[in-house]
């Protein structure tokens, strides 16, 4: 009987965590060691890196982490353990990669393994578990966040880590990151802001002739289901015979290929979640809100200003949400095709194998997706918390 | 009226697939306008049908695989065993989705090499979570009322599961199913820049040769093919909702 109580006190989603980490520490190597960028790595586990005091220490954490996970009932304790040790983590990859490099030298080379990875991903989920369970205010889970970004931006500025490879990598290409990072975000608010001001108008018009909405959204679905490489190869011949027939379209920069072709189909994918949302989100007005205000008098275009477009904002901004999500992850593809953004790094890296320059342009895309997904949802739930 | 124009518009674009597909040449006088210095207006480094058939083979295996595992995965999370697991879940699935299809393709080439490999593990995980997110959503939209009755009329845990909660479910599995299917028919395209073999490849042959009559035939193959078979999968989920007894949402 005490022993069935033991068991179900276990919680089983920690089980499963821990089992990963533990066959992640003690089969996968923690880092690779590399004497340049294309020689083999030489794999080291963790537990060969133990003389370290770091790694003492980081061990130490992920023992405690370990027990948390599995024991510990209260989420807040569980987050603040879990954090302590993603930091160690972090501190350790750096000391330890820098312990490897020999001195002065600029062609070795620091990798992760794929136990460092699973280790980040297992606290990294042990961490969303607490954040989930304890149910952060909207507002409080931007700042949560900041606060991880925080410390993230720390531990790459203060050259803890300037001994791994992707962190070599972005020190022969700072600048070229830089504007990388501009085009990325220029072409995914860009298409959300022209999005934007075609589709809220031309969902309003669906939702008041019932007869174009069946078209319209059909339409749009239609270019959702085309791949966007396709699309985006598509767009280039109407455009390149525009470039090359009328000067005045080559003049303002519409060219075959680049930014063009990638900008309008951003704005077309885009399209079908913001009309479709302002369509529905019009549609789950209560029309008597709607009569009582007719009956006092308003005018169509003020009721729609006044009171459709204010109830209808939070669902409205759902499908922004979607389309900026979107977007940023659809940018990457427009480097195939001349359009600029991290893609860049991520086939370029791609071409020639360096899976640090792949990182390099994978993981601030996903930051990207990932931040604006939390902020926007933190928007949408505050608004829908004070209307109701 | 509206279905006659509706099938043309289908069979006009069937045929204009096979066309392409299987006598790519009857459309010359189309594609050779497109080509400068004399460059190949057909491309014919691998047949355009075996390219296609490669696509397909990576889409439907990738999505069987996560098909049964997403939902085997949400009737688990729905269970009273697996609760522990569905707030974690939930959040990843959101999370996932944030990653961009290239990141994962990308990423998948360390662990398996270049290949067919990295770009099936790609669409079956990225094929995992909106299959996993509408089985959920489905499974809990489910009244407590009809749970209540189904278990009044004495079922067991499996065969409300199988009677009850899944039929009830399946429009919304299904819908998952087909946004699944688009977004890996896309990825797949992607897929050629790590060497699966699929129509890709010719959209990027064109691209990088700067020849625009692969470009069209490959873009016009892939957005073809995507485009019919989203529409029959909808085709499908409507006569699956009607047998079963439910309108089509």
């Given amino acids: 009987m005490a022993e069935t109580l033991a068991v179900r006190r276990l919680d089983r989603l920690g089980v499963v965590l821990v089992a990963g980490g533990i066959a992640a520490t003690a089969l996968m190597p923690f880092i690779y060691v590399k004497a340049n960028r294309i020689a083999a790595g030489k794999p080291m586990l963790l537990m060969q890196l133990l003389p370290q005091p770091s790694v003492i220490i980081l061990t130490v954490l992920l023992l405690l982490t370990a027990f948390a996970t599995l024991f510990l009932r209260n989420a807040p304790a569980r987050l603040a353990v879990a954090t302590l040790c993603l930091a160690a983590l972090i501190v350790a990859i750096g000391l330890v990669s820098t312990a490897a490099t020999p001195p002065g030298s600029t062609v070795a080379r620091m990798t992760p393994g794929g136990g460092f990875w699973v280790l980040f991903a297992v606290i990294g989920l042990v961490i969303s578990d607490a954040l989930v369970k304890i149910r952060l205010a909207p507002w409080m889970r931007v700042a949560a966040l900041a606060a991880y970004t925080a410390l993230l931006f720390i531990s790459l500025s203060s050259g803890l880590l300037d001994s791994l490879s992707i962190m070599k990598e972005f020190s022969t290409r700072a600048p070229q990151f830089e504007t990388e990072a501009i085009s990325h975000l220029l072409l995914a608010f860009g298409s959300l802001a022209i999005a934007i001001v075609l589709g809220l108008p031309l969902g309003i018009l669906c939702f008041w002739v019932p007869k174009l909405r069946a078209a319209v959204l059909q339409g749009l679905s239609l270019i959702q289901t085309i791949p966007s490489l396709a699309l985006f190869g598509l767009l280039m011949l109407p455009l390149g015979y525009l470039a090359t027939h009328v000067p005045l379209a080559a003049a303002i920069g519409i060219r075959g290929i680049g930014t063009a072709p990638a900008l309008i189909a951003l704005v077309l994918y885009s399209l079908l979640p913001i009309v479709a949302n302002t369509v529905v989100g019009l549609q789950g007005v209560d029309p008597s809100v709607r009569d009582a205000a007719a009956g006092m008098g308003l005018t169509r275009l003020q009721i729609l200003v006044g009171i459709d477009m204010p109830l209808a904002f939070p669902v409205i901004l759902t499908g922004i949400r979607i389309v900026l999500v979107q977007a940023i992850g659809m940018v990457t593809i427009a480097a195939l095709i001349g359009g600029g953004g991290f893609g860049i790094f991520i086939f370029q890296g791609l071409g020639q194998t360096a899976m640090d320059l792949v990182l390099l342009g994978a993981v601030p895309t996903v930051f990207f997706a990932f931040s604006s997904a939390v902020i926007l949802d933190a928007v949408i739930d505050s608004i829908r918390g004070s209307a109701a | ?249």
């Fill in chain 2, 1 to 249: 009226m509206k279905l006659v124009v509706a099938n043309l518009f289908r069979l006009a674009a069937l045929a204009l697939l096979l066309i392409l597909l299987f006598r790519t040449e009857w459309l010359s006088f189309m594609l050779v306008p497109l080509t400068s210095n004399n460059a190949p207006a057909v491309y014919t480094q691998n047949s355009l049908a075996s390219l296609a058939a490669g696509h397909l083979q990576l889409v439907i295996g990738s999505i069987v695989c996560s098909a049964v595992l997403a939902v085997v995965g949400g009737i688990f999370v729905t269970r009273e065993s697996g609760a522990d697991f569905l707030p974690l879940s939930r959040a990843i699935a959101n999370a996932g989705q944030t990653f961009p299809p290239v990141a994962v393709l990308a990423l998948a080439v360390p662990a398996t090499g270049f290949g067919a490999m990295p770009t099936l593990i790609a669409l079956f995980l990225y094929g995992l979570l909106p299959i996993f997110e509408n089985t959920v959503a489905g499974l809990k939209q489910v009244s407590p009322q009809v749970l209540d009755a189904a278990d009044g009329m004495g079922m067991n845990g499996t065969q409300r599961l199988l009677r009850v909660e899944l039929p009830l479910a399946l429009p919304l599995i299904l819908e998952g199913l087909k946004v699944a299917t688009v977004i890996n028919i896309g990825t797949a395209t992607i897929g050629s820049t790590v060497a699966a073999k699929g129509l890709g490849e010719v959209i990027i042959a064109g691209l990088i040769s700067d020849n625009t009559a692969f470009i069209l035939q490959g873009g016009l193959i892939v957005g073809l093919m995507a485009v019919l078979i989203y529409d029959a999968m909808g085709l499908v989920e409507a006569a699956i909702t009607r047998r079963i007894g439910l309108r089509a949402a």
